[in-house]
């Protein structure tokens, strides 16, 4: 009975002064209080605010050391993993890196970074916060923040991270070339708009050649880093070969559908034809996106023997398609816009249903892939460009409807139609950044089609992601 | 909470030591109060938690009847577990905890061992006498989870998971382990714990793919679609 009435007695105590314990989420909420004053002090331009709430942080109780030599390999992993633009296995890298040593600061935020780099803008946010409670000082850390709080549209708080990620930066120059970038080449206005806003406080006069940053978000995405030179032998296939095949190629063309206008996308200036409207995304999208739509066309004894489609993926002419596209072909001509080639595989896999293809089709645009792979998608209006059945450029919308993955591959369930002859096709973004490949379909049913997700393509290999453009 | 609400949880409490049996208390009574403690977590009744915790820590440990024994037999325990062998560990943190039953760690090793020779139920209970003893142990309530988790029981690996959480020494580590869990444990139970848990306290996490559709023979490539579907 005695227990019974000491438990009476602290529940009514508890009860009276309605004390809640302290909990795991008060810790966050401690760090997070102090990181938020400091980005307020930064937009206020209060230094003295900035180290007050520096060293409250500095003050706060250190966690348990964990154990570094066990996180160190991790950690060095997960940094070639990001490099790679494997993002999904960066991730796992770094938790396990985080979770033998939580105390060190670049794991978390490298962890953090990573979040950022899969969208993940909530867990990005904790994980950098929390490391700034490591190390209250660490500019990389501050950068970071600063782009996921631009990604969520704050750009005042990025300003702020952004202010801070200058005032502790050791290399104060690179700090603001870095500001510089993200101020003219981010696709997210609330990041342009917080380093324009950073940069602004910094500098005396206007930050100059970033004054035009705070635009509408280009059509298209911006310039790709340089690209790196595909060997001569592998990027160009043999001209002993190209008139042969060029000849069947025009062939085997001939006997398929054309569509009535030239793949060439109309412009204002072209006799008798309307100029399309600039508001129009599908427009938008298909007047681009076309010309960097292929025609892939399987030969066999100088005849057409398959059809599928391909999207430009680099300036120096890389083709990706599907493995089933071309599994059997002895010979392949592809046609992209109004230009032809000769190609040659480079890459092929099974699984995922993906291959590469060598072309001479260099070109000053090419497509970019969003790595987006999370139930945000859902819903969103997607378009597609193929040559279903050999109709050229047929362009048609849909959603996505779903994410599946089947047989460990990430694919994107879209209710745009298809058809044979799309296998291999882009599925754009009404960004016109490619969200998909355009694979497979179920037989029974309406619209129920599916396309290897971007985040598979660029975690497959199959395609050097350095010569890839990301759009972020 | 409402103060109706803290009767109430009184009243439910006194019922269950109250309805025991005469010879049960000391340690049953305080286990129950450990298992007071995964309900009150699944409730995410904080107050409650921390109160089962407290009426924990008040009670008096008992006194060892060889300290030195009990340490013995439980640094035999470790070397047999690093070593493999389950009985030979079995039997040394018995012993230990025989002779010092006040000894958590050895209640904490004999339920690990429990777990690894399958013996759930077992595993269980020593888990729950170490937790009595030791509430806020934060890995205690971990390997309790993942006893409730193969016994298919998510109600209660949610609950130890959340006192896992709760507990932790490191709350973000915590949660990037429960985020690791609830994305890439391949056992359904303890991942959905994982995720309800991260869910309960309100911490982000990836909304979960749909599982991996088996093999569908109507998925085929475009290429091979009928002309004219149904």
Redesign the interface.
Same mark, same amino acid.
């Given at each position: 009975m005695d227990a019974l009435v000491k438990l009476l007695l602290l529940v009514l105590a508890l009860a009276l002064t309605g004390a809640a314990p302290a909990s795991a989420s008060r810790q966050y909420a401690t760090i997070d209080y102090y990181v938020q004053q400091m980005i307020a002090a930064a937009i206020a331009q209060d230094a003295i605010g900035v180290l007050t709430f520096r060293e409250q942080l500095e003050n706060l109780r250190r966690p348990e050391e964990g154990d570094p030599w066990q996180a160190r390999p991790f950690n060095q992993l997960g940094q070639e993993q990001l490099t790679d633009g494997r993002f999904r296995q960066a991730l796992l890298a770094f938790r396990q890196g985080f979770i033998a040593d939580p105390t060190d600061p670049e794991i978390a935020d490298h962890l953090g970074l990573t979040y950022l780099r899969l969208n993940r803008l909530k867990e990005a946010e904790r994980l950098l916060v929390y490391a700034l409670s490591l190390a209250p000082a660490r500019a990389a850390t501050w950068l970071h923040l600063g782009q996921v709080y631009g990604q969520m549209g704050d750009a005042r708080r990025a300003n702020g991270a952004f202010a801070n990620a200058h005032s502790f930066a050791a290399d104060q120059p690179r700090t603001i070339e870095q500001l510089r970038q993200l101020a003219t080449t981010d696709a997210a206005d609330a990041v342009r708009i917080g380093a324009l806003q950073a940069l602004q406080g910094l500098l005396p006069a206007p930050a100059a050649g970033v004054a035009p940053a705070i635009s509408p978000l280009p059509q298209s995405p911006a310039e790709p880093a340089p690209f790196q030179p595909v060997p001569e032998a592998a990027s160009k296939p043999s001209p002993a070969t190209a008139g042969d095949l060029f000849a069947a190629l025009r062939r085997g063309l001939m006997d398929l559908a054309k569509p009535t206008t030239t793949a060439t996308p109309p412009t204002a200036s072209t006799p008798g034809t309307e100029a399309p409207d600039q508001d129009n995304p599908g427009q938008r999208i298909y007047r681009r996106g076309v010309a960097l739509t292929c025609l892939i066309v399987s030969l066999e004894n100088g005849k057409t023997s398959n059809l599928g489609s391909g999207l430009l993926a680099s300036p120096d002419g890389l083709v990706i398609t599907n493995h089933h596209v071309i599994e059997k072909a002895r010979n392949l001509a592809v046609r992209c816009g109004d230009r032809e080639s000769v190609a040659r595989v480079s890459k092929r896999s099974r699984q995922p249903d993906l291959a590469l293809l060598t072309t001479s089709l260099e070109s000053s645009e090419s497509f970019a892939f969003d790595p987006t792979y999370n139930q945000n998608l859902i819903g969103l209006e997607v378009f597609v460009i193929g040559n279903p059945y050999g109709l050229e450029s047929t362009f048609s919308t849909g959603i996505i409807s779903g994410l599946r993955e089947i047989d460990g591959v990430r694919y994107i369930q879209i209710s745009a139609p298809i058809s044979p002859g799309n296998s291999g096709g882009p599925v754009i973004l009404r960004d016109g950044a490619v969200i998909g490949v355009a694979t497979m379909g179920l037989k029974v049913g309406q619209n129920l089609n599916f396309a290897i997700a971007s985040a598979e393509l660029i975690a497959s290999g199959i395609f050097d992601p350095a010569r890839m453009k990301v759009s972020r | 909470?409402s103060?109706r609400h *803290?009767?109430m949880? %009184?009243l439910l $409490? #006194?019922a269950g030591?109250?309805s025991m049996p005469h010879f049960a208390h000391g340690s049953e009574?305080n286990r129950f109060y450990a298992q007071q403690m995964i309900e009150r977590a699944v409730a995410h009744d /904080?107050?409650g938690? #921390? %109160?089962m915790q407290?009426?924990l820590e008040?009670n008096p440990r008992p006194a060892p009847l060889d300290a030195a024994v009990a340490q013995a037999a439980l640094r035999r325990g470790q070397a047999a577990l690093q070593a493999d062998d389950l009985d030979a560990a079995m039997g040394a943190f018995q012993q230990a905890g025989k002779n010092d039953p006040g000894n958590a760690e050895a209640f904490n090793y004999l339920g690990l061992v429990y777990r690894k020779l399958d013996r759930l139920p077992e595993a269980e209970h020593a888990l729950l006498q170490a937790l009595a003893l030791e509430p806020t142990r934060a890995v205690a309530w971990f390997q309790l989870a993942q006893i409730y988790a193969l016994m298919n029981d998510v109600r209660r690996a949610r609950g130890a998971l959340a006192n896992t *959480? &709760?507990? #932790?020494?490191? @709350?973000? &580590? %915590?949660? /990037? !382990?429960l &985020?690791?869990i609830a994305e890439?444990e391949a056992a359904d139970a303890l991942r959905a714990a994982a995720l309800e848990t991260l869910r309960l306290?309100q911490?982000?996490?990836? /909304?979960t !793919? =749909? +599982?991996?559709?088996a093999?569908?023979p109507? !998925? =085929? +490539? !475009?290429?091979? $679609?009928?002309?004219n579907? @149904?």
């Open positions: - | 909470m103060a *803290y009767w949880l %009184a $409490l #006194a030591p109250a009574q /904080e107050t938690v #921390a %109160a407290l009426m008040q *959480y &709760r507990y #932790a020494q490191n @709350p973000m &580590r %915590a949660e /990037e !382990i &985020r690791n890439n306290f911490l982000p996490v990836e /909304e !793919i =749909v +599982p991996p559709l093999v569908n109507d !998925i =085929v +490539p !475009i290429d091979k $679609l009928p002309s579907p @149904p």
